[in-house]
């Protein structure tokens, strides 16, 4: 029956998306127009340009570019002057008498930063022009320039200095999108999902900022090409290598140094980009350990790093074909190994990402672009112990490793249809298909001559997704209206989900729009995870027959206005509602704990977030950077937490503030400033303590029990830092050539922001400075002072 109602399902949307087509296709048709298509990319290196305008400047009519440089523009049989601009960039303008079809690629060539004032300020798409909301994109050379802990440039990091994100704690690279949790932001890099994105516990991302190219992050109002996860989108694009000459880039910093090369395979037709990084902590260790134990028998070997290696191979057939090869490794490592002459112990962890597509674009014709993409993507964590002990020749060991992870192989269409400059059609399909591996653990006993293994079997789960999507305008009115679908098999249980998504805008004047947005947002996976810290060992696991598909709706309305030289500022107000999501029972783990079925160690339940967000953003000229403010309340609701009562969720903060400046002080010198100011993470502590006599037959027991108040019924201290940063750029030698330093301060003027929180006791003494008892208190412990950092790069 199950099967006959997902059929019949999966029919009615094929019903539905090939009427929709037909329609559009039969009346938006005109007779008498012609299109012009291409292609808009750096001229210097042969980049695609995602998001450039193509304006017709005696129409008035526009497109902008999609995320490989494609554009088309139809237009009616008459004089056209075309023009392409993109931030940062000269326009390029090509006057033309239409009477065909016509394919144009345009070249822009950057702009100097005094340029960009006089170049591009009307030129590229405003914010009040555009129909989506709470979208927020960030170019990545203005990433580069906000301080950075120890210098390590990070993309999460400067994601979370924008109003509507939250970190999760001091140092972490978590993102919070309004009332969400990390799990359920879908992290995207050249359109294939990574499952863990950050080191070292969460202290750094897994983004090379060298190899990227453009950042975009979607809080709300999501179109409907996007779903799998209620929170929020984040794209991020890897650089696609330089079609015309050989370049590097590199930095040595004070925890890790890295490498970027590109350059032609084949002149103007086939390039690469390969692009590493590593930490060096072990390493600089070794010779301290080496001089730390040369007076004794031991042997201390240290691991302590991460890497990334991202590489692409971008190949063009001709302006209709293009292949698109990508890769992605990174791991984080931790081990360590204790040996003498008879005896040997050491453990260790390991986890990371493996990602990579193969992408072909394919220009059907001037109007119709499709984009085909095949996706794989691995996360796994390994924990191993050992321990070896000789004795007169023989030798006896035992061993155990622990394993889970989650694994995707998946395959997409995306088409985009532009029949004239007042539609701009998205359609397309796709399958996944995740394998789950839950946590298995092996045991290996030498002197058994065995190996024992407890834990779940891997199980798999298919995910199929449909969309359509218009972003049409009418007069003053634009708007983007659209539909996902998906269907999750799992456990002998089809989900089947339909999705709405509704953007509107209405220009009240030239440089001034109204918008709101309505968004239906299904996730058919979840991450078990500590509410405390996100560990590398939290585990993967799909909606099953008893546990539902986490749901959420969100509705949002805003004001957006550009004015004077680079300057916008939006307003936002939002309220998201979110059903079944997911939390471990008080008390309870998954960790080596195989006794019982993960299902009965978590419980569901209802969270709603809402409030106001203020964004005043300036992106051209010498001073640039924002000014974000977010007033926010997120809650959480579950029957087997907090006696059923509604309480603040961990990350719920009343009050986020963020000021981020760069300014331009000459051709040589550039100096960054962030400020970030955040209300106390809520948290759980106990209340009281009582202690219960245990009588044994040799001994009297007294141990103390603690009992907590309400679920996160307190507050951490308030959260403030200030980071300073300072880049030197030499000129450019002959050669090619050209070195810089790069100047920070983490946390400038110390202020000791809480990581953790924990219950002690201090000494109460009388009027006379007697001893009379102790008493319960509360200490934050901090873990970042001021930390300064400088780095040495080099581009060639």
């Known amino acids: 029956m199950r099967s006959y109602i997902a059929l019949q399902n999966r029919q009615s949307m094929n019903n539905f998306l090939f009427s929709f087509l037909f329609i559009l296709f039969c009346t938006i048709n005109g007779i008498g127009q012609n299109t012009i298509s291409g292609y808009v990319e750096d001229g210097a290196t042969g980049e695609k340009l995602i998001g450039a305008t193509v304006i017709d400047e005696l129409s008035g009519a526009g497109t902008i570019s999609n995320t490989y440089g494609f554009f088309s523009i139809t237009l009616k049989e008459n004089e056209a002057k075309i023009t392409a601009s993109y931030l940062g960039y000269i326009s390029e303008s090509f006057d033309l008498r239409l009477s065909e079809d016509t394919q144009l690629n345009f070249k822009l060539n950057q702009g100097s930063v005094m340029e960009e004032i006089e170049i591009v300020a009307e030129k590229y798409e405003r914010i009040e022009e555009e129909s989506q909301m709470s979208k927020i994109e960030v170019p990545v050379e203005q990433i580069k320039r906000i301080p950075a802990l120890l210098g390590e440039v990070d993309v999460m990091k400067a994601l979370q200095l924008l109003p509507g994100v939250q970190s999760g704690g001091e140092g972490q690279t978590g993102l919070y999108v309004r009332g969400g949790s990390p799990d359920q932001n879908l992290v995207l890099l050249d359109g294939v999902p990574i499952y863990n994105a950050s080191h070292v516990l969460g202290i750094f991302s897994v983004f090379n900022a060298d190899a990227i190219k453009n950042v975009t992050l979607t809080k709300g109002g999501f179109p409907a090409r996007f779903g799998g996860r209620l929170s929020s989108v984040l794209e991020i694009n890897m650089k696609d290598g330089n079609m015309q000459e050989f370049h590097g880039e590199g930095s040595i910093g004070a925890i890790s140094s890295k490498l970027t090369l590109e350059g032609p395979i084949v002149k103007g037709k086939t390039s690469f980009l390969v692009s590493g990084r590593r930490t060096y902590a072990d390493l600089l260790a070794k010779p301290f350990i080496a001089l730390a134990n040369r007076n004794n028998d031991q042997d201390f070997k240290l691991g302590l790093h991460f890497y990334d290696l991202n590489a692409k191979v971008n190949h063009k057939f001709n302006d209709k074909h293009r292949l698109y090869l990508s890769l992605y490794n990174g791991s984080d490592v931790f081990s360590n190994e204790v040996s003498e002459e008879e005896f040997k112990v050491g453990g260790g962890i390991k986890w990371g990402n493996l990602i990579s597509s193969l992408r072909w674009n394919y220009q059907i014709n001037p109007r119709l672009f499709a984009n085909t993409t095949l996706t794989y993507s691995n996360y796994d964590i390994t924990f191993d112990v050992f321990q070896e002990d000789s004795f007169e020749g023989e030798t006896e060991s035992f061993a155990a490793i622990y394993q889970s992870g989650i694994r995707d192989f998946g ?74 679908g998906s269907i999750f098999d799992t456990d002998d249980k089809t989900y089947f989900s339909v999705q709405p998504r509704l953007g509107i805008r209405y220009l009240l004047s030239n440089k001034t729009s109204v918008k709101a947005s309505f968004s239906t947002m299904t996730q058919n996976i979840n991450l078990l995870t500590s509410e405390a810290l996100s560990l590398p060992t939290d585990l993967w696991v799909p909606s099953t027959a008893r546990i539902k598909p986490q ?176 880049e030197w750029k030499g000129k450019p030698r002959p050669n090619g050539m050209q070195f810089s330093w790069v100047l920070g301060v983490y946390n400038a003027y110390w202020h000791r922001n809480p990581y953790y929180t924990f219950a002690d006791s201090q000494a109460v003494y009388d009027d006379n400075g007697n001893y009379i008892g102790s008493e319960p208190v509360f200490r934050e412990i901090s873990i970042l002072p001021i930390i300064p950092s400088i780095s040495f790069g080099v581009k060639f």
């Open 551 to 726: 749901r959420a709706w969100q509705v949002a309305a805003g004001f957006a206005k550009s004015f004077g030289k680079g300057f916008e500022v939006s307003t936002e107000v939002y309220y998201k509602s979110m059903e079944d999501v997911i939390s471990f029972k008080p008390g309870a783990s998954f960790l080596f704990d195989f006794n019982s079925d993960w299902q009965d160690k978590v419980t569901q339940g209802s969270g709603e977030s809402y409030g106001l967000e203020f964004f005043l953003q300036k992106k051209q000229g010498n001073t640039t950077g924002w000014i974000g403010y977010t007033l926010a309340w997120n809650n959480r609701t579950f029957d087997e937490i907090n006696g059923g009562e509604t309480f603040p969720f961990r990350y719920d903060r009343r009050h986020d503030v963020s000021v981020v400046l760069s300014h331009q002080l000459t051709k040589k010198w550039n100096l960054s400033a962030a400020w970030i100011y955040g209300t106390g993470n809520a948290i759980s502590l106990p209340i009281y303590q009582y202690s219960i006599v245990q009588l044994n037959d040799e001994f009297i027991n007294i141990p103390q029990i603690e009992s907590l108040g309400e679920k996160n019924g307190f507050r951490m201290s308030d959260y403030h830092r200030l980071d300073l940063g300072a």
């Open 411 to 484: 395959a997409k269409v995306d088409f985009d249809f532009i029949p004239n400059p007042k539609h701009y059609i998205r359609f397309g399909a796709g399958t996944t298909r995740h394998r789950y591996d839950p946590g298995a653990i092996a045991f290996n006993l030498s002197v058994l001559d065995t190996t024992f293994t407890f834990g779940d079997d891997p199980f798999y789960s298919l995910e199929h997704d449909l969309y359509i999507e218009d972003d049409l305008q009418f007069g003053a009115f634009k708007a983007n209206i659209g539909v996902h």
